[in-house]
């Protein structure tokens, strides 16, 4: 096997458990996931002869990522389900049931933001970007990145205020 692809193989099978995370929170859907990771790896590996010798491959991948993800939203709006349910707030207990409904109340409270304010707050909270870093990646200004988290974070407040404890909703973005 060629050693390029044999490293571009390596490459796929440790980085997209990873890949699929942030792609997940970037779409709120599983097999769009998949479908924008399998999009972004395809345009790494015509690159890969180039990126393999900076070591830059991943950081090159999620920036894909990114770029379809919002490319994907311009190009289509699609209509939001909102089904006008709360899920039921959390339990303090700490035990697997009171995850799991944290988990799924804050999977309702991001589906009801939008694609734009989705990929701000995934960039900035859970891959702990700069504002600068999340306006170069989505190709837009900081200010568009700061009233985006602004708005997205007063939105998840108004529709799941149960997350409030949480330290993204109350350390950030005031």
Known sequence: MDPLLSEFDSFVRTRTPALLRSAYLLTGDQHLAEDL????????HRSWGRLYDTGNAEAYTRKTMYHLQVSWWRRRRVAEAVTGELPEPRRHDGDHASQTTLRLTLRAALARLSAKQRAVLVLR????????????MLGVTVGTVKSQTSKALAKLRAVAPEL??????EGSAR
């Open 37 to 44: 990771v399998q999009s972004a790896l395809a345009r790494t």
């Open 125 to 136: 909270f859970f891959e702990d970007r700069s504002e600068a870093e999340a306006a170069e």
């Open 164 to 169: 409030a404890d949480l330290y993204v909703l």
